[in-house]
């Protein structure tokens, strides 16, 4: 139990790297905040809705939420660094949200049952590891006829190369990720109906071109001995367009689902 | 006596080509032709009502027929918000019949402004503001319509009077626009503290109205003397780490002579990221002008060349694809301390954004890339001072420069130039509008090409209609007032 722990926070620790940040910027999922806002009108989340971020990284896309669709937004994440960072964000964002953020493992949420009328979990439910019991728990947490928002790369299983299981992997959520039937199966058997589904695969390729140039100027400026991670950054170009060959292939893929609980 | 026998003789002027325009007096939509004389192009067109116009469009006609091979196929947006009905440009828009999306888009938040300039073609005064509501709801239907919306441009009037404007910007961020600009005359940032510290945190790019560096400058485009106002806004915005890029309007017998030093000053400014010079549109306010001598682009580009002791030549300046390409020409510059370096120099541009003659792109295993990074540069939506802009000028000429060590000062280090040549009711041609890639959102979710906004009667309708709007609800309001709840 304590070594799913410490992985967790590995895992955790990652995603709120300096490498981290400066490859994907605060917005951690293909497609940022527009992808975002896309699953928050197809969970039509109405003003005043109390709603959680599950794992919600730096919290940019809590803090929009809350905004865009006035309503208010928990946030739960398990990194130390990013619990932080959001924290902050809320604080010191011009335009106030009404957002407060918790510092907590996604699996077990410390939430009251039915607190919440909508949850969502961007490009995270992949990396939990008991993936139907931390299911299970949201759709404890949602007020019956409350909706669960999930976005999640996709992949066919059996179709990455064994090159892309490593960091690069884990940062584009390809490691641990279902296809496309998987997820619609995780929340159909949680008990949940499927009111829409989307698939946004191109907004990955739109982020692997932006990967693309990020990498190029950042291997272009930093000398090799002072990069944090230089072996990374070698091999990263053709990492690069393995996947993107892969996107276009359909093997990878994002996808998007809005689920509901039964009334 | 007998006369000798008539001989025929030649036109003075060479037919370029026939397109549609507006009559300047009535707004009729009339065929106009383009000719060429003396290595000049006029548009020459006539209302069946008030007769005969001529008006200059380019001052130099190799420049205007060379740019047409730079004209990129358009994309088709997500949605249309009209039908098409009466032609163009009488369907605005965007109607199925355009053939651009709009890279650029702009919310004109209210029509009052804190200033009064003889010069406005918006022609600033007693109107309308949009509430929160209202600019959320465009912005959302800018992202409906274009699914990765680039870059939205706050206007006015002056949008910095408007008191919810940094709800306003931070509701594009929300919905994942990538750039953000504001474009202001810089009064309040100069004097506002409060206002000031918000912009810092909000980081919008600041368009910034800046005509020249003397004061008889503003005086004639002003009819106030503002050159200490701008200064002290500019070093604010450098203090507080804002982006600007400062726009300059050009008008005949005014600051022609100025282009030069307005680029010097911009390139040795620690806030300024690029220069945008826009010859004066001559709609909503503007002085005395004839149409014949008007300043037209390659005005702009012969005083950089000719006013900058040798640091530019011609073709250091390249149309734009993605807007039809007579309408704006770019250039990119590389700086490191005194050392200037325009990115044409670099790289054989020609070739890789000449969509129509197709030579062949240069045999480079990165060749892709770099064009998709040139076309990202050569846009409207290209925004100077940004990590996106300075990335794709990486990606374009990275082999080719001594680039500093620090990442994230590439951005400092890469200044734009850009000439834009807005259409007025003279040189009105419905060919460039209906390739125009810059929209103004309205709040009945319309997107209208800029120009036509401004030439056609779009603005005038809008104005009046969400003012009417506006009042409506006040008087509502005020005699709701009266009456105690029953
Ligand atoms: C790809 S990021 C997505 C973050 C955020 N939802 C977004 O879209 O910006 C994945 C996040 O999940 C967090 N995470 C992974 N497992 C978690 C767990 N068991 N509990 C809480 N957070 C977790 C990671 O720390 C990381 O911030
Ligand atoms: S300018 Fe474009 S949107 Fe307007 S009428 Fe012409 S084609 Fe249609
Ligand atoms: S030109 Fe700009 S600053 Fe001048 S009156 Fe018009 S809106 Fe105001
Ligand atoms: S705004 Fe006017 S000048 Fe600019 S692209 Fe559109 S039509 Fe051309």
Redesign the pocket.
């Known amino acids: 139990m304590l070594d799913t722990y410490a992985a ?1 926070i590995c ?6 790297s300096e490498l981290a940040r400066l490859i ?1 910027g ?4 293909p497609g940022g905040l527009r992808a ?1 806002n896309r699953l928050g009108r197809a969970m039509a989340i109405q003003p005043g809705w109390r709603v959680l ?9 809590a803090t929009a939420l809350s905004r865009v669709f006035r309503c208010h937004v928990t946030g ?4 130390a660094q ?1 619990a932080a960072a959001s924290r902050t964000r809320a604080l010191s964002e011009p335009v106030p949200s009404n957002v407060a953020f918790v510092r ?4 077990t949420p410390p939430f009251r049952s039915g607190a919440f009328d909508a949850v ?5 439910a992949s ?3 008991h993936k139907a019991d ?1 299911i299970a728990n949201v759709v404890r947490l949602l007020r019956p006829g409350g909706i669960l928002g999930l ?1 999640d790369v996709t992949v066919t299983p059996g179709s990455l190369p064994p090159e892309l299981d490593g960091t690069i992997g884990m ?1 584009l ?1 390809l490691t641990d990720a279902l296809p496309p039937d998987g997820y619609q199966a995780m929340l159909e058997n949680a008990g949940l109906t499927i009111t829409a589904q989307e698939n946004l695969s191109n907004e990955v390729l739109t982020l692997l071109a932006e990967l693309r140039t990020k990498l190029n100027v950042w291997q272009q400026f930093t000398t090799p001995a002072a990069s944090p991670a230089s072996d990374l950054a070698e091999s990263a170009p053709a990492l690069l367009s393995q996947v993107e060959a892969l996107v276009q292939q359909g093997q990878i893929g994002y996808w998007h689902y809005a689920a509901r609980k039964p009334a | 006596m007998t006369s000798p026998p008539p001989a025929k003789r030649d036109a003075d002027f060479i037919f370029h080509e026939l397109t549609r325009s507006i009559c300047p007096d009535c707004k009729a939509v009339i065929d106009a032709q383009i000719i060429i004389r003396n290595n000049k192009v006029y548009m020459r067109k006539r209302c069946p009502a008030h007769g005969w116009f001529e008006g200059i469009i380019s001052s130099d006609a190799e420049m205007y027929v060379g740019s047409v091979r730079f004209n990129k196929p358009g994309t088709i947006p997500l949605d249309f918000s009209t039908e098409v009905k009466n032609g163009c440009p009488l369907d605005c828009g965007l109607c199925p019949e355009h053939k651009q999306h709009i890279c650029l888009a702009l919310i004109e938040v209210n029509t009052a402004c804190n200033l009064n300039c003889p010069v406005c073609f918006a022609n600033a005064g007693i109107g309308y503001s949009l509430t929160l509501a209202q600019v959320e709801s465009m912005l959302d239907r800018f992202v409906e319509i274009e699914g990765d919306p680039e870059v939205i441009q706050f206007s006015g009037g002056e949008p910095t009077i408007h008191p919810q404007l940094p709800e306003m910007i931070q509701a594009a961020k929300d919905r994942g626009i990538r750039q953000v600009m504001i474009n202001t005359n810089g009064v309040r940032l100069a004097r506002d503290d409060r206002f000031l510290a918000q912009m810092a945190a909000l980081d919008p790019v600041v368009y910034f109205q800046f005509d020249g560096l003397r004061e008889e400058t503003y005086l004639a485009i002003r009819g106030e003397p503002l050159l200490d106002i701008k200064m002290l806004a500019l070093a604010r915005l450098a203090d507080a780490g804002l982006s600007a890029v400062l726009v300059a309007a050009i008008e005949r017998n005014v600051n022609t002579d100025e282009v030069g030093a307005i680029v010097e000053f911009g390139l040795r400014h620690p806030a300024v990221r690029g220069v945008v010079f826009q010859p004066v549109t001559h709609v909503g306010r503007h002085i005395p002008f004839d149409p014949m001598t008007r300043v037209t682009i390659p005005d702009v580009i012969h005083g950089i060349v000719d006013q900058t002791a040798g640091r530019f030549v011609l073709e250091d300046f390249v149309p734009v694809p993605c807007c039809f390409p007579t309408c704006q020409v770019n250039s990119y510059l590389f700086v490191d301390g005194d050392t200037v370096t325009p990115l044409p120099r670099l790289l054989d541009i020609d070739r890789y954004l000449d969509y129509i003659t197709n030579r062949a792109i240069p045999q480079l295993p990165n060749a892709a890339d770099v064009q998709q990074a040139l076309e990202g540069l050569w846009s409207a939506s290209a925004v100077a001072g940004t990590e996106h802009t300075a990335g794709q000028f990486e990606c374009a000429c990275g082999p080719g420069l001594d680039l500093p060590q620090d990442l994230n000062h590439l951005k400092d280090h890469v200044f734009q130039i850009a000439i834009k040549d807005f259409l007025d009711a003279y040189t009105f041609n419905v060919k460039q509008v209906m390739k125009c890639c810059v929209g103004i959102l309205t709040p009945d979710g319309r997107a209208i090409p800029f120009c036509a906004y401004n030439s056609v009667g779009y603005r005038e309708q809008i104005r009046e209609q969400l003012t009417m709007e506006q009042g409506r609800q006040k008087i509502t309001a005020i005699s709701n007032q009266g009456k105690a709840p029953a």
């Open positions: 967790k895992c955790a620790d990652l995603y709120s994907l605060d917005s951690l999922h975002t971020d599950l794992a919600c990284g730096m919290g940019a896309s739960l994440e398990l990194g990013a907590g493992d996604a699996e969502i979990i961007e490009c995270a990396l939990f590891v931390a976005s940062m959520c």
